[in-house]
């Protein structure tokens, strides 16, 4: 069974603050992806990585980055948090040949105050 | 440009009555429609998929490319059936693009 493991429940940070979320997949999966979830939105890609290194904007990059250092782990980057950015983030990953089969994580609760 | 369309935030049933989740999309290729479910709490996960047209749970939807609709249906809701519910398009090899979701609830 996939398992897609992000490593905080809920976060609280202050504005400013340099925030990092991190995903650990156990399924050699090569593409890994970042949404924030928001009512009334959905679910929008920030990032997405299709190798070890590689990284592409998705929808709404502006505020974050990510690193891919390792296949099974993708890190997503607030370099100064700011309150718009209080959100559910959710990982994801694939196969290679089933891009859009995509297995998610439980989300992290970000707020930032 | 890839759009989907959910035009229901909530929807609302009763135990036993039939159920249509509405998902229309705008792309000009050749789509690739699917459906994805999140229960309370638990994570979002994979429903179905028009390129299987399989049943899951009960959930049927079929793609109508004149119609440009991915409709999610089941005849008889039941109460594990409430969730929110997420239309998304696939087109290409580009990425998933996702409907802005629908909260189903099924009234005992």
């Known amino acids: 069974d996939v398992k897609v493991t992000q490593s905080s429940r809920y976060l609280v940070k202050r504005t400013g603050e340099k925030v990092f979320l991190e995903c650990v997949q156990d399924?050699?999966?090569?593409?890994m992806f970042w949404y924030r979830q928001d009512p009334g939105l959905g679910l929008r890609l920030i990032y997405f990585?299709?190798?070890?290194?590689?990284?592409e904007k998705g929808d709404i990059p502006e505020g974050y980055s990510v690193s891919r250092e390792k296949k099974e782990r993708f890190s997503l980057i607030l370099e100064s948090a700011s309150t718009n950015q209080t959100s559910m983030y959710l990982c994801?990953?694939?196969?290679?040949?089933?891009?859009?089969?995509?297995?998610f994580g439980a989300g992290t609760r970000l707020s930032v105050l | 440009a890839q759009r989907v369309t959910q035009p229901e935030k909530l929807l609302s049933v009763f135990k036993g009555a039939p159920v249509e989740l509405k998902c229309n999309y705008s792309?000009?290729?050749?789509?690739?429609l699917f459906w994805y479910v999140q229960y309370s709490r638990q994570r979002l996960q994979l429903l179905l998929r028009?390129?299987s047209r399989e049943s899951i749970k009960g959930f049927t939807a079929d793609l109508n490319k004149g119609e440009t609709s991915f409709h999610l249906k089941k005849p008889f809701a039941q109460e594990e059936d409430s969730a929110m519910y997420y239309c998304?398009?696939?087109?290409?090899?580009?990425?998933?693009?996702f409907g802005t979701g629908t909260r189903l609830t099924v009234i005992p």
């Open positions: 994801a990953s694939s196969r290679q040949g089933s891009r859009n089969i995509q297995y």
């Open positions: 399924m050699d999966h090569e593409n």
């Open positions: 990585s299709y190798d070890v290194k590689m990284k």
């Open positions: 792309y000009s290729g050749s789509p690739e």
């Open positions: 028009h390129i």
């Open positions: 998304a398009l696939g087109p290409g090899a580009n990425n998933l693009f």
